[in-house]
């Protein structure tokens, strides 16, 4: 059993912060640095957090981890991730989705790293979670829908939309049942790009950054309690390459 290991960030220790997993979705030994883009992100916080998740596709096992819905896209484990592509015969009624099969608490830390790629005669270079899903009844997700974008709107949930490439691009946060928006920003993808996504949920208060830049800082009256965490796209030749979660176990 990998050690549980209680973190303090503060800003003066920022920089020389290092952890280990208390309980990897894959394989993982001796200490897991924090990622580099959060250490800043996080160094005016007083967080204690245990980290759950350290997923990087590269072993074939993943598909025991992790569950798809998806329209028809070819989703494999090329590229340095989990590639999901899109036939060229109507990408824009195609949507993938990945879910976590672990649930996670309330409040969480999550840190990904996912690239678009160039390819594609129509690329919508979509990167979009969902947090916290479940049943309508407040039941655990049930999975096995379609992968179609209305299945998910009538449960409850959380999205955080991040989309460019071939068409205007946004970045949302939505609410469901209702797909109710709560936050939105100009912010675009493009093709060819890395990108570090990071979302931090603490009480009803949801942030959301890019590549270190704070695109969403907005707060539910009403916050969900935990749930399924997934990972969506539509018309997108992607890769997500890496996903790593933390519990904020308490806020000093």
């Given at each position: 059993?990998?050690?549980?290991?209680?973190?303090?960030?503060?800003?003066?220790?920022?920089?020389?912060?290092?952890f280990?997993?208390?309980?990897?979705?894959?394989?993982?030994?001796?200490?897991?640095?924090?990622?580099?883009?959060?250490?800043?992100?996080?160094?005016?916080?007083?967080?204690?957090?245990?980290?759950?998740?350290?997923?990087?596709?590269?072993?074939?096992?993943?598909?025991?981890?992790?569950?798809?819905?998806?329209?028809?896209?070819?989703?494999e484990?090329?590229?340095?991730?989990?590639?999901?592509?899109?036939?060229?015969?109507?990408?824009?009624?195609?949507?993938?989705?990945?879910?976590l099969?672990?649930?996670?608490?309330?409040?969480?830390?999550?840190?990904?790293?996912?690239?678009?790629?160039?390819?594609?005669?129509?690329?919508?270079?979509?990167?979009n979670?969902?947090?916290?899903?479940?049943?309508?009844?407040?039941?655990?997700?049930?999975?096995?829908?379609?992968?179609?974008?209305?299945?998910?709107?009538?449960?409850?949930?959380?999205?955080?939309?991040f989309?460019?490439?071939?068409?205007?691009?946004?970045?949302?946060?939505?609410?469901?049942?209702?797909?109710?928006?709560?936050?939105?920003?100009?912010?675009?993808?493009?093709?060819?790009?890395?990108?570090?996504?990071t979302?931090?949920?603490?009480?009803?208060?949801?942030?959301?950054?890019?590549?270190?830049?704070?695109?969403?800082?907005?707060?539910?009256?009403?916050?969900?309690?935990?749930?399924?965490?997934?990972?969506?796209?539509?018309?997108?030749?992607?890769?997500?390459?890496?996903?790593?979660?933390?519990?904020?176990?308490?806020?000093?």
């Amino acid at each position: 059993m990998l050690k549980t290991t209680s973190i303090l960030i503060l800003a003066a220790f920022a920089a020389a912060l290092s952890f280990t997993p208390v309980y990897a979705l894959s394989p993982a030994s001796g200490d897991a640095e924090a990622p580099a883009c959060v250490r800043p992100i996080l160094a005016d916080e007083h967080l204690s957090l245990k980290w759950m998740v350290d997923e990087d596709f590269s072993k074939g096992e993943w598909s025991g981890r992790w569950t798809s819905e998806s329209q028809g896209a070819q989703i494999e484990t090329a590229e340095g991730g989990l590639k999901i592509s899109t036939p060229p015969e109507n990408p824009k009624k195609l949507g993938t989705t990945v879910w976590l099969n672990e649930k996670l608490p309330a409040d969480v830390l999550i840190h990904i790293n996912v690239k678009t790629l160039t390819t594609g005669d129509f690329n919508a270079c979509n990167l979009n979670l969902f947090l916290h899903a479940k049943e309508a009844d407040g039941s655990d997700l049930v999975f096995g829908r379609s992968g179609a974008y209305p299945d998910y709107h009538q449960i409850p949930n959380y999205i955080f939309t991040f989309v460019g490439g071939d068409m205007k691009g946004w970045a949302r946060v939505r609410r469901d049942p209702g797909f109710n928006k709560i936050a939105e920003s100009d912010a675009r993808t493009a093709r060819g790009k890395d990108y570090q996504i990071t979302v931090l949920k603490v009480d009803g208060r949801l942030r959301y950054w890019v590549d270190g830049q704070l695109i969403h800082d907005v707060t539910d009256p009403e916050p969900l309690d935990g749930g399924q965490f997934g990972l969506r796209t539509w018309a997108s030749d992607i890769v997500w390459e890496k996903v790593e979660i933390a519990a904020v176990v308490s806020e000093s």
